[in-house]
């Protein structure tokens, strides 16, 4: 690694203010701090000091990430040999899902920090590191034959649209992820719906067994078909179709533990968002009526199916597009739970409901806050009153 650092060291100078690829500073500096801690001290000024900066933080939240997807490249392999009726070890199951889902990685990251980075050139600012989270995140809740050229497209639509007409990292109202997810959703439909896209080879036109069904449990319990629904543990491990990194609710809590344990995610927000979604679900089944089965199922099964769990683990916690008050917290987590499982159950075209939630949230999260910081003026005013 020496030699790679006197590398760095030795070329540095042509990319600064003066040398003769000044112009790309930011696309080396994004390189650099990559790889290596940047080396800024600061000079003046009043700052807080601390070890975990914001590269650290984002690389803490993709490490979190690691068992969801492990576990889904194994299940993509895993659901791709029961389709078509073969016989295959955990090493085949694995090696079929890394061979499916890292393309969708690399071209996820590719086109996004593309994206970032011209943005940085332009602004002549440095590239913000937030993309290593939404990069990694984008392929997760994918189905997984969704066609390359697609990611790129929706990837770079997210991060122009979501993110860098609002000034980059930090300003966006919107999760850059779940943006690609919908404009995916919309403007796609076809590949993002329906009992093909979740097993990998299914929209191929492979040859498939006779009475196998790619549906999803969600699928299956927006169509009535109670009976097919899998069983609860088949659930909470995650061995059932549905986007890459979202079927196991164990692994998603496996990176919940590591978010919680470092203090990157908000536990308040995660704690709301499933108390939301079992209220929801808990009052769904006292209303149940004949015409529509899906009311009957039972509140905590919708938190083990779909992208609830991820989306309340990975999206909804996340800093920039969340309420920032410790109250505000607990009414947007709750909100987000609530409103996944009410569209989830209430809207026949639409059998999910967290991404549409979390979206919805987003955009009420400054309201949130205003009214919180609002309200504890008042009290305070008043306080200040009766004292003097």
């Not at 694995?94 to 920090?113: D, M, T």
């Not at 497209?153 to 850059?176: D, H, Q, S, W, Y």
């Not at 997810?181 to 299914?202: C, E, N, Q, T």
């Amino acid at each position: 690694m020496k030699i790679l650092r006197n590398y760095i060291d030795k070329i540095k100078p042509n990319f600064e203010k003066g040398g003769k690829f000044e112009k790309f500073n930011s696309f080396f500096d994004a390189i650099e701090t990559l790889l290596y801690v940047p080396n800024k001290v600061t000079h003046s000024g009043a700052h807080i000091r601390d070890s975990n900066n914001m590269k650290r933080a984002m690389m803490i939240v993709v490490i979190a990430m690691i068992p969801a997807l492990l576990f889904g490249m194994y299940n993509v392999g895993y659901h791709h040999y029961l389709s078509i009726g073969l016989d295959g070890g955990f090493w085949d199951f694995f090696l079929h899902g890394l061979l499916r889902v890292l393309p969708i990685i690399v071209v996820s990251y590719a086109a996004g920090l593309a994206v970032e980075i011209v943005a940085a050139q332009i602004r002549g600012h440095e590239v913000n590191e937030g993309f290593f989270v939404s990069g990694f995140l984008i392929p997760l809740i994918v189905p997984v034959d969704t066609p390359l050229w697609m990611v790129a497209v929706a990837t770079i639509f997210a991060v122009i649209i979501g993110k860098e007409v609002f000034g980059g990292t930090g300003m966006n109202i919107l999760n850059p992820a779940l943006l690609t997810r919908a404009f995916l959703f919309f403007a796609y439909p076809a590949h993002m719906s329906g009992d093909k896209v979740w097993i990998s080879g299914l929209s191929e036109g492979q040859n498939v067994l006779d009475g196998f069904s790619g549906a999803t449990p969600l699928a299956e319990a927006a169509a009535g078909n109670m009976d097919n629904l899998p069983q609860v543990s088949d659930m909470f491990y995650g061995f059932i179709p549905g986007s890459i990194g979202e079927t196991s609710t164990l692994a998603i809590l496996i990176g919940a533990l590591i978010l919680l344990f470092t203090g990157i995610a908000s536990w308040r927000i995660m704690i709301s968002v499933f108390v939301g979604g079992y209220v929801m679900g808990a009052l769904l089944n006292v209303f149940a009526t004949p015409t529509n089965p899906y009311m009957d199922l039972p509140a905590f099964q919708h938190l083990l199916l779909g992208g609830f769990a991820f989306g309340a683990v990975f999206m909804a916690t996340d800093p920039v597009t969340a309420t920032q008050t410790t109250r505000g917290k607990y009414i947007y987590g709750f909100l987000i739970g609530f409103l996944a499982i009410l569209i989830r159950v209430l809207n026949p075209a639409y059998p999910e409901g967290m991404m549409l939630a979390i979206l919805l949230m987003n955009v009420f999260a400054p309201l949130i806050d205003h009214y919180i910081v609002e309200a504890n003026i008042k009290r305070r005013l008043k306080r200040s009153k009766v004292n003097a």
